[in-house]
């Protein structure tokens, strides 16, 4: 099984950090964003990962190299100025996933999940990992009922940016800049998407405030 690691976002909403660093590799406990991915991934027994960039993707290409250190192998997705969105990015990725369901990892959260819980195919063409819905997304994204994910009632769940896609997903999808949000939503209204809920620790690292709460919470758990 592969896994795609999302890193092509600009993230404005991290600036000034993020005008001289992309937002993967900046650090939390101590080492990048991404190596964190990375090392989850290894542990659940998938080596073989792709990730896209665009905002200074070559620190990230140098960062990482070719996956060795890591236990993996790394294959990258270069997208041009401005990046290509969520749904995009994994299209144009496509070829280097190839045709069996893949992982799909936001670079920009931390989460304790343990990835060898994910279905190795969806029961659909989608399984997401919803979590409790964040002070800052308080609507929340979607519903779970018994195991599958519908659209979004009172109170609701958030996606978590963990899941399972099957390839099928983007069929006559075209190659250039979409967004992913489109294509769950319809996929949901389908009923073609299993989901589950994590209650564990996870966070949207999208904000300098929200990078130093989950710094200081780690620091915290490691005393």
């Known amino acids: 099984m592969k896994a795609m690691i999302l ?30 991915h990375l090392a989850a991934l290894a542990d659940a ?10 905002h200074l993707g070559e620190q990230i290409e140098a960062a990482l190299g070719d996956g060795r250190r890591f236990g993996i192998t790394i294959r990258y997705s270069p997208e041009p ?17 190839g045709t069996a369901p893949f992982v799909v990892v936001n670079g ?10 994910l279905p190795r195919r969806p029961d659909g063409l989608i399984h997401l990992v919803l979590v409790p819905n964040p002070v800052h997304h308080p609507e929340g994204d979607f519903s779970l009922v018994a195991g599958r994910v519908r659209p979004r009632a009172d109170g609701g769940l958030t996606y978590s940016g963990l899941g399972v896609f099957d390839p099928a997903l983007f069929a006559g999808c075209r190659p250039g800049r979409f967004p992913l949000g489109p294509l769950l939503q319809k996929a949901v209204a389908d009923g073609r998407v299993s989901g589950e809920q994590w209650s564990g620790r996870w966070v949207d690292v999208g904000t300098p405030d929200r990078l130093q709460a989950l710094e200081q919470a780690l620091g915290r758990a490691a005393d």
């Open 45 to 54: 027994g998938i080596t073989e990962v792709v990730i896209n960039h665009a």
């Open 81 to 97: 100025t401005g990046a290509l969105e969520t749904g995009g990015g994994i299209f144009q990725a496509l070829p280097l996933l």
């Open 7 to 36: 890193a092509a976002g600009r993230g404005e909403r991290m600036r000034p950090l993020t005008d001289t660093v992309p937002k993967p590799l900046l650090p939390v406990a101590g080492q990048p964003l991404i190596t964190h």
């Open 108 to 117: 920009d959260v931390w989460c304790d999940y343990p990835l060898a819980r």
